[in-house]
């Protein structure tokens, strides 16, 4: 089968959705199909799949030289370009959480471009501010539009999580039918590393975070985990990484700030971007994973491929119910929960990872991940490929 992914975020780029994207695509191409992987220029190369770079993150114009490329099978592997569905069939779509509601590659009003080099630069700055405004406005209510049309038109959406779906649903009444839940996977190398001996584990904890540091990624609540560290500083011996390979805006500095406040310089550590064998390495001398989102009414941690790393590292994680961790994480099993996002929920569930309330095994945590193997997910993928019904007009 010839399969052809759209990717407008991948990797090199660092975040769980680019590695969903890249490892589906390998994962695909191992099951025996001639996957196509379309990203924007400078996307990662591999053995697996062929990559054409050549999308522009402008909807309109990425149409016609992707239909230049017959397959059969389309699957977007973001929301935000379902309007495709419009164009060619059959057409699927995965969706992740955000991408959902931001649509970050918009398809433009029609008249836009025109407006702009026409009339807008002739006017005044704050004039042309308040009528960009206006249009920005009202192109999210003409995506909104395009994306629900399109919707009726698409063979399956597959979203990551029993959470993604509701709120989907929520969104677009037309997915109600037609949206199933294929969890993202994790990648080998989580494996393959011989599991931690924790019998004569040391009385300092070791937590850590992989998260980007964007101001868009607040919902990861990072500063959630700092404040409530700090409310223990005094009662328990730990220490804190956090892994960022991705960093815009001032949220990391606002941490570091608030760091220092707290008197957590010597407990805290941030770290860059790590090789992939560094970054094995952090997982395995972990003692809890730590990754506690909120949710916003349109950002929310629409799975956490991480927790899938973790736990196939025999690693525990600590999260919230404020996502789609729910559908995978149970407490005192595989992980532990916070009664919500906030630091005093946060605190009261690291006492009880202090104080042994919860212990784990790491077999029984590796074991957890093991039906994850990105194998296993692509299976599940193929399988809505082959059920596929041509969708109504």
Not at 83 to 105: E, I, K, R
């Amino acid at each position: 089968m010839r399969i052809g992914l759209i990717a407008p975020v991948f990797l090199p780029l660092i975040s769980g959705a680019s590695l969903y994207c890249f490892e589906l695509a390998r994962a695909l191409a191992g099951h025996g199909h001639d996957v196509h992987v379309f990203t924007p220029p400078g996307g990662r190369e591999d053995p697996a799949y062929t990559l054409h770079p050549i999308l522009s993150s402008r909807l309109p114009d990425d149409i016609e030289p992707l239909l230049q490329h017959p397959m059969d099978v389309w699957h977007s592997l973001y929301f935000v370009y379902a309007p495709m569905a419009l164009h060619v069939q059959p057409f699927f779509v995965t969706v992740h959480g955000d991408d959902a509601f931001s649509f970050f590659v918009p398809y433009r009003l029609p008249f836009r471009e025109s407006l702009q080099h026409n009339l807008l630069w002739r006017l005044p700055s704050p004039l042309q501010n308040c009528i960009n405004k206006f249009l920005d406005d009202n192109e999210r209510v003409y995506d909104k539009y395009l994306a629900g049309k399109a919707l009726r038109h698409v063979g399956q959406v597959i979203a990551v999580s029993s959470y993604t779906r509701s709120r989907v649903i929520e969104q677009y009444s037309a997915a109600a039918t037609r949206t199933s839940v294929i969890p993202p996977g994790v990648s080998e190398q989580f494996f393959s590393q011989k599991l931690r001996d924790t019998s004569g584990a040391s009385e300092c904890k070791k937590f850590l975070t992989v998260t980007r540091l964007d101001d868009a990624y607040r919902i990861k609540n990072v500063h959630g985990v700092i404040s409530a560290l700090g409310q223990l500083k005094e009662r328990y011996d730990f220490s804190y990484t956090i892994v960022s390979g991705t960093v815009r805006g001032g949220y990391r500095k606002e941490l570091e700030d608030q760091v220092n406040q707290l008197g957590l310089q010597d407990r805290i550590l941030f770290n860059g971007r790590l090789s992939d064998e560094d970054l094995l390495n952090c997982f395995h001398d972990t003692d809890l994973f730590i990754l506690a989102s909120y949710a916003e009414p349109d950002n929310f941690e629409g799975f956490g491929i991480v927790f899938l790393g973790a736990n196939a590292s025999g690693v525990p994680v600590l999260t919230t119910r404020n996502g789609g961790m729910s559908d995978y994480v149970v407490d005192g099993q595989n992980g532990l929960y916070a009664d919500d996002p906030s630091p005093d929920a946060i605190s009261r569930a690291l006492i009880r990872f202090f104080e042994g309330e919860v212990a784990f095994q790491p077999e029984r945590l590796r074991a957890s991940a093991e039906p994850y193997r990105w194998e296993n997910i692509a299976s599940s993928v193929l399988d809505v490929y082959s059920h596929y019904e041509k969708a109504p007009p």
